[in-house]
């Protein structure tokens, strides 16, 4: 089978391994010119650490993990108002069998496994016709099966028809993360600053050299997703007035490479597929960062779908990957929904927080058994 793969992303770069480890010819089509970087540090959870291990990659996931001492909240003057060295600012314990890893080492790692693919980077899926798919570039490829993984504004999803703009569900937020260096002396910790309808936040990343900045702000704003010099204006102009350490924070903005600025936006899409596409991670289900469970939902996705389709016919196995995942999904849409009400709550009154018992983010996902 020759499976074209739409997105070099976490749910692309490993259902292309999966594929290639099955016998498969895979092609990965992208639209940057070279692996992403950047990222928050994401979580591996669940049946997603299985589906690691399975790949040969749960050591080296394992040894790449985040290694945060703690957290804490800060008022706009720097007073502390709470820390912890038990819980990350969403709730979940720092000590668990669950890998945090920066979402780019994570891309990279999939990237290697999935190194027999062929790479086609800077392009992108510009016509889906009945027996061919003609790339931007002017490539003509005749895939058995053609896979949008290119995220929440699926390009496959909108050619394919499977989803369009009716299918976005924003939940009123934005979040951009970027990378600079660690001019602020933290030592493997997260600190986050309370300020009303914004999210400021930093935490140190390889070695405490890199802290890696969250910024995120309330309220509607019109960018175009890939347009990165007008994201960086409106959020330099959005946190401009801002205290604490932002004003440092922003110095770090224009040298950024790996600026990602985001909608908390969720994809609901109708279906998942119609003749021989298929969707796969936030292009199918986004849920936001505000769940936690992106990444896992990507590689246990890719993992089903992969046995699926190495088991049936791709209109069965298109259909028996939906009726799994879907209703995992849906799930951990609306624990995003509930994540960002209690996060909401925590900024309110750290304090209490503190004094009180840490919740866990309880996921679908981590309860799917593995095929
Ligand atoms: C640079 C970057 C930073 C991110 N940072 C965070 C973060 O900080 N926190 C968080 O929770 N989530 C983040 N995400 C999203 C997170 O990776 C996903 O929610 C999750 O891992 C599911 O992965 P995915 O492969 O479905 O989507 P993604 O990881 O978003 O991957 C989609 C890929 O498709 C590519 N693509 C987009 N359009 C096209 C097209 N038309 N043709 C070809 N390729 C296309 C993109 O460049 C990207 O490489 C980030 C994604 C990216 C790309």
New binding site residues.
Partial sequence: MHVLV?????????LAHLMLARGHRVTV????PR????????DVRGPALDVMDRMGLGDRLRAARTDMRGMSVVATDGTELMRSTTTTLTGGPLDSPDVEIL??D??AMLADVAAGAEWCFG???AEIGPDHVRLAGGRVLEPDVVVG????????GRLAGIVDASCLRPLGSH?A?YTMPNVFGLDRWQVFCRCPAAMIGLYTARDNREV?V?LGFEGAADYDHRDLPTQKALLADVFADHGWWVPRMLEGLADAE?F?L?PMTQVVAPRWSVGRTVL?????W????LS?Q??T??LVGAHLLAHELDTRPVAAAFAAYEDRMRPVAEADQRLAIDNAARVADMMDDPGQAAAGEAWSATSAATTLVLP
Avoid: F, K, W
Wanted: with cysteine; hydrophobic share 40%.
């Fill in positions: 739409s997105g070099a992303g976490i749910a692309g770069s490993a089509v992208e639209v940057a692996p992403r970087p950047g990222g928050q540090a994401v979402r780019d994570l891309a392009d992108r899926v993984a290119d995220g929440l504004h699926s390009g496959v979040l993360v890696r969250n790996d990602y985001a796969l991670g936030d292009a199918a986004c849920t936001t960062p936690g992106g990444t939902l990507a």
